[in-house]
């Protein structure tokens, strides 16, 4: 009587920790003998997006919560530790902006050529690395991993497998950015709120990704366009020149302050044209 009143609990104390390998097992025997196997769902991210999943389909009908879990631990098998969240080293700074990108995990993503893994501070700057090879010269054939971190679980995704927001209204430590999801839900529940596009990793080109600068990109470019970056650059210090409460803003307050006062679409403004009656306006 004591070994079955306890069995649950040790049940539920192992899913709240690890998945074994006789847990999906036994999920494995449940589903092809109590389960509609042609609606259960494919392709989940992991086991609480299979659960969920599975309740959703009632492919399982009247399963107890425990046996859902053990199906959902066979839907989603284990997820290796390197594929939970990008670890960036505390020194790693971004190749393209040169920014320390262990302050920013949420925006983290991770590109690894040769063995060596590049680290950047938003989707936007690993673009721009993956795309101007006049700029950044490796082989891209020898590109084994490229991994973004989802918005909303801040687990790592395949790029080329993720779903991307394009110019919503969250930015990112570099200003406008691509949002990366993991399925239609989260990116369609994410531009209910924030806006933006929906775009796949083919749909991104480098003068999409060029143009969140504000900096229109010729078609056959195979360089940044240095000079319009530098009008940005130039506006972001003409801000915190033009009064001492800015001088300690951080580059994203600053591209937040310049969504605010839309300079970020023009990449041809003189800094002239900012006037400290406008900043204070946007900053409230």
């Not at 795309?131 to 679980?153: E, H, P, Q």
Request: proline share 3%.
């Amino acid at each position: 009587m004591y070994r079955l009143l306890t069995l649950p609990l040790l049940v539920s104390l192992s899913f709240a920790t690890t998945i074994d390998d006789d847990a999906i097992y036994r999920g494995s025997r449940i589903a092809k003998t109590l389960c509609n196997v042609n609606k259960l769902p494919k392709n989940s991210i992991d086991r609480d997006d299979a659960y969920r999943r599975l309740k959703h389909s009632k492919a399982c009908r009247n399963l107890s919560s425990k046996n859902l879990m053990l199906v959902a631990a066979y839907l989603a098998p284990k997820v290796e530790a390197e594929d939970l969240s990008i670890e960036v080293p505390k020194g790693a700074k971004c190749p393209v902006c040169g920014m320390f990108v262990s302050k920013y995990p949420k925006w983290a993503a991770v590109m690894v050529v040769d063995k060596k893994h590049h680290f950047f501070d938003g989707v936007k700057d690993m673009f721009k690395y993956y795309f101007f090879d006049g700029d950044f010269k490796y082989n891209r054939a020898n590109i084994s991993k490229l991994k973004v971190t989802n918005y909303y679980t801040l687990k790592s995704i395949d790029a080329k497998s993720a779903l991307f927001v394009y110019d919503s209204k969250v930015l990112g430590p570099m200003g406008r950015e691509l949002i990366p999801f993991s399925t239609q839900d989260e990116a369609f529940s994410f531009m209910a709120d924030h806006g933006g596009k929906l775009m796949l990793f083919k749909d991104i080109t480098a003068k999409k990704v060029m143009a969140l600068d504000g900096v229109e990109l010729k078609s056959d470019s195979k360089t940044l366009d240095v000079n319009s970056i530098k009008v940005l650059n130039s506006t972001r210090k003409v801000i915190k020149d033009k009064n001492s409460t800015f001088k300690k803003l951080s580059n994203k307050d600053i591209n937040r302050l310049l969504h605010k006062l839309k300079l970020e679409n023009n990449s041809s403004i003189s800094t002239k044209d900012i006037k400290l009656e406008d900043i204070n306006k946007s900053t409230k």
